[in-house]
């Protein structure tokens, strides 16, 4: 394979890629830039305006010189951050272009591929059609030989070279421009780092919990654009209690959220079998429900009427059971793989869900904050047990509709500005995905507007 071409693997993380998540994180760090810009002046009128004679004048103006500068300097480092993250978002929906155009070839290619015969051993079967041509046209292997011994692949050669390598520059392309583009980001990213000042606590201190500190300033904020994107859920980050590395900041806050909330009600044995023990179900946990809501900026409606479908799936033993026979069939020793499982059984361990409101495992890590693609045991352990706690998994999935919200581009309306069609296009996102549009994920967002009346009804 020349230098000019790279494979569908290669590239293959694009599909996670989001440039509207992107650029939500860049205006965050906008957000902060024009919060210390908005400081900024009254800090000099007090440093400049203010007369003051005695023996501490002087430590009295150089503490405002110092903090006006400070403040300026973290503006200058924040919106750097945002510069560089728009400019990577943009790089991103380019490399998405290129990488469609790749998929697209590589459907052309395995049509054609699949004209001269089936794929035998397993490795051909789950191979990408690049691979598989690669394959095909230098035979590498006895079973091969015995799949490949009939067919006379002469008369495709041509054409499959065009679409391998036309498909394989695309991918290129789009692995190159992600790739220079994440490498500026993340140069200019530490730049604006190294603009930050370092807030150390001493050996032995004490965290202090600074927002609650600030109770009256945080009441006189409250009504400022600036201390939150719009559309946003409220601000506040926690660390994580010392000795427990593997729970994330994100998990910690919400665990500290749900224990002042009424007990969740659970459908682990018993899911709800009909509409009334749905309207039950809402109904007993609807604090939960606003509280988790609320918290992620999404309507209280919108996070109850994915819970309405949900619910009624399937018991909570038998996503253990899923993953299970997943996680037995990704060993390596296993004859099939876990995405060729029939039924619903079909699909990695990480894309298993769990909880009352169905969340992939991955999903949920992402959300709380982890690295899907590098979780320890320790830390898959504490996002599957947060997924089947009913409480934790409304706050989770509340954050994933957020999430959903923002990639369809309604992350700066409100929660109480979401029209009843938007709702019914997140939930169709949050069925299908990428697929969102297909008809089964269409007829889930269809199913969930039709129901939102009784949902509704049920959280008042």
């Known amino acids: 394979m020349s230098s000019g071409l790279s494979h569908h693997e290669d590239v293959a993380f694009l599909e996670e890629c989001s440039p509207p998540l992107i650029e939500r994180n860049a205006a965050e ?96 079967r789950t191979a990408e059609p690049m691979r598989r041509w690669e ?108 000795g427990d590395a593997a729970m994330s900041p994100a998990l910690r806050d919400i665990r500290m959220r749900i224990s002042s909330l009424p007990q969740a009600d659970d459908s682990y044995w018993d899911p709800p079998g009909d509409d009334g023990e749905r309207a039950r179900w809402i109904s007993h946990n609807k604090e939960v429900l606003r509280a988790a809501a609320r918290h992620s900026g999404v309507p209280d409606e919108l996070l109850a009427g994915i819970a309405w479908k949900e619910i009624g799936g399937q018991y909570g033993f038998t996503d253990d059971l899923t993953d299970t026979v997943r996680g037995a069939a990704d060993s390596p020793l296993s004859p099939v793989p876990a995405r060729d499982l029939p039924w619903r059984l079909g699909g990695t361990p990480d894309e298993t869900s769990f909880g009352p409101i169905a969340i992939q495992l991955r999903r949920g890590a992402e959300v709380l904050g982890y690295d899907p693609a590098h979780l320890t045991d320790a830390q898959r352990d504490l996002v599957e047990e947060s997924l089947q706690d009913p409480e934790q998994n409304a706050f989770i999935a509340a ?41 089964k994920a269409q007829d889930y967002g269809d199913d969930f507007g039709e129901a939102l009346g009784k949902v509704k009804d049920a959280m008042r």
């Open 29 to 124: 760090f906008r957000r902060l830039r024009d919060l210390l810009v908005e400081v900024g002046e009254p800090a000099r009128r007090a440093e400049t305006r203010t007369e003051w004679e005695s023996e501490g004048s002087h430590t009295y103006t150089a503490r405002l010189t110092e903090a006006r500068l400070l403040t300026a300097q973290m503006a200058e480092g924040y919106d750097r951050a945002a510069s560089a993250l728009n400019a990577y978002a943009a790089a991103v929906t380019t490399a998405k272009s290129h990488y469609r155009n790749g998929k697209h070839t590589e459907r052309a290619l395995a049509a054609l591929i699949d004209t001269k015969g089936v794929a035998v051993t397993k490795a051909a």
């Open 135 to 242: 394959d095909m046209r230098a035979t590498t292997g006895f079973l091969d030989f015995l799949a490949e011994a009939t067919m006379d692949v002469e008369d495709i050669r041509e054409e499959a070279d065009r679409l391998h390598d036309a498909a394989g520059g695309s991918f290129h392309l789009a692995r190159t421009v992600e790739a220079e583009a994440r490498a500026t980001c993340v140069h200019v990213l530490k730049q604006a780092y190294e603009l930050l000042p370092e807030f150390k606590v001493p050996a032995g201190g004490a965290r202090p919990d600074l927002y609650v500190a600030m109770a009256d300033i945080r009441r006189e904020a409250a009504a400022s654009p600036l201390t939150h994107l719009p559309g946003s859920g409220p601000k506040r980050e926690t660390a994580p209690p010392p």
């Open 399 to 439: 954050g994933f509709l957020a999430r959903i919200k923002a990639e369809a581009g309604y992350g700066d309306v409100p929660a109480e500005q979401l029209t009843d069609a938007q709702m019914r296009e997140i939930a169709a996102r949050y069925n299908g995905g990428p697929y969102w549009q297909s008809g």
